[in-house]
């Protein structure tokens, strides 16, 4: 079985250490200023951080999208509200973290440390829950078609993620049941599935084939959601799964209000 598959879209960003640092710094920016007129004026004060403003326009719409930040690009910011409440929140776990890890080794740090992690994987996948509910979050349907597809079918692996891709193109219907078949002969070796991935040019205008099943199942694995088994193969986690499931029921529910306005 052939396939052919558009390369698809991702934002490429996601809640690594890094990434912590720059939100905890965006925080304090804020915190630290009177309001400011505009985004444009927030990220002028943040490249004195080493944020430059291309830096800047990619990890706040991640950020929003999340339910971390709110605001208006062309509208003035109110400093304080700027973070969301799951922000602030998050803000919290990160900075609690950090000064627990400061601390020298000990049974009781470990303890501590690892139940404030677990509280940063519970955010981090209600930031992912929320991201999908927005109909205007392109990638968001890549991550909810992901989950409900382990779900449903017990595991996934990269060949799979890119069949739903194929799918959800020639029949956006229904994709997700529709492919049970084929998932099945896939799986039990009646058929393989040979994949050719669209290509688009880099910024040297090179082309390139472009897979997003490592950011995708690399964001559930760092929300403590789903994990990679010895077979390479990822499922969800079986303490997480009444979770999952609450999500999807959410995130379906959300969409379909969506669609009928």
Known sequence: M??????????????????????LTIFDVLQNNEDFASVRDLGTELEKYGMNWNYVRNILPFLQNCGIVNYQDVAAIENKKFFTNIGNAYIDILRSIKIIKAEKES??????????????EEIYFQ???IMMKRP????????????????????????EYLLI????????????????????????GTITINVKTKTKNDKNGAAKSVNSFPYVQGNFIK???FYK??????YIVRDRMPEVI????????????AKKR
């Open 229 to 234: 088994g010895d077979d390479n193969r990822y």
């Open 136 to 159: 205007d979050c392109n990638y968001g349907y890549d991550f909810f078609d992901m989950l409900w597809f382990v779900k449903e079918y017990g595991s996934i692996d990269s060949t």
């Open 2 to 23: 052939d396939i052919t598959v558009s390369s698809p879209g991702s934002p490429g960003t996601s809640f690594t250490d890094n990434v912590k640092e720059k939100i």
């Open 246 to 257: 609450r999500a999807i029921q959410e995130v379906r529910l959300c969409l379909n209000l």
């Open 127 to 129: 930031c992912l829950v």
């Open 223 to 225: 929300a403590g959601v």
């Open 165 to 188: 891709q194929h799918e959800r193109e020639v029949n956006p219907n229904s994709y997700l049941i529709d492919m049970r078949n084929t998932v099945r002969q896939y799986r039990d």
């Open 107 to 120: 049974d009781l740090r470990e303890e501590i440390l690892e139940k404030l992690e677990k509280i940063q």
